[in-house]
């Protein structure tokens, strides 16, 4: 099935600095890939669609100059934290559209 | 405003017997739902999913059931095994342009007792 890998598995950075996380569709092309984020003992809330070859979508709520996302060819996408403050720190989780509904393993952003 | 709800914060069951989590919607947009289980610090995974143009959908021990006039849907797991014991969270996709959207519930943690 489809496989979508992302990394790190874990980030701890201090305040100011920015972050980035990978997402990559291993076996297939995703036009499109989504990102959730989601806080302790919450759900996982959408913050953007990121489609290839044109500009992310953000939720309503995200901070575009914020995260900063990049899906610069149909296996890869990025996601950058910048400026990081504590109130950042949480589960990042992309998945890929088009082929079902497979997620990456999800990134764990702590922000010092 | 919480499109997919999921009103039971936890549920506890002896090993065995069924355990029912449930989940509410509002946006009748949404023609696609998935069970997904979840551990800390990991992604999602999916466990079984259903079409609105069907009421029920079986996979080994999950089965989901789909009452589209109240917006309700449900999960059984018969039987409950200890390994089962996570956190499960219902979604729901519109669809159409939003293809691959998905609208997360909070989240049901279930303990399944040996």
């Known amino acids: 099935g489809a496989v979508v890998s992302q990394h790190p598995s874990w980030v701890i950075c201090k305040s100011g600095t920015s972050v980035k996380i990978e997402c990559r569709s291993l076996d297939f092309q995703a036009t499109t890939m989504f990102w959730y984020r989601q806080f302790p003992k919450q759900s996982l809330m959408l913050m953007a669609t990121?489609?290839?070859?044109?500009?992310?979508?953000?939720e309503q709520g995200v901070e575009k100059d914020k995260f900063l996302i990049n899906h610069a060819s149909l296996t890869l996408s990025t996601l950058t934290v910048t400026s990081a403050h504590p109130e950042d720190s949480s589960f990042y989780i992309c998945s890929a559209g088009g082929v079902g509904y497979t997620f990456g393993s999800g990134t764990r952003l702590t922000v010092v | 405003d919480q499109q997919v709800k999921q009103n039971s914060p936890s549920l506890s069951v002896q090993e065995g017997r069924i355990s029912i989590l449930n989940c509410d919607y509002t946006?009748?947009?949404?023609?696609?739902f998935l069970w997904y289980k979840k551990y800390p610090a990991e992604g999602p995974t999916f466990l079984i999913s259903?079409?609105?143009?069907?009421d029920k959908n079986e996979d080994g021990r999950f089965t989901v059931f789909l009452n589209k006039s109240a917006k309700h849907l449900s999960l059984h797991i018969v039987p409950s095994q200890p390994g089962d014991s996570a956190v499960y969270f219902c979604?729901?996709?519109?669809?159409?342009?939003?293809?691959?959207?998905?609208?997360f519930g909070q989240g049901t943690i279930l303990t399944v007792h040996p």
């Open positions: 946006n009748s947009m949404f023609d696609y």
């Open positions: 979604a729901a996709d519109a669809g159409g342009t939003s293809y691959g959207k998905l609208t």
């Open positions: 990121s489609n290839e070859g044109s500009k992310a979508t953000y």
């Open positions: 259903i079409s609105s143009i069907k």
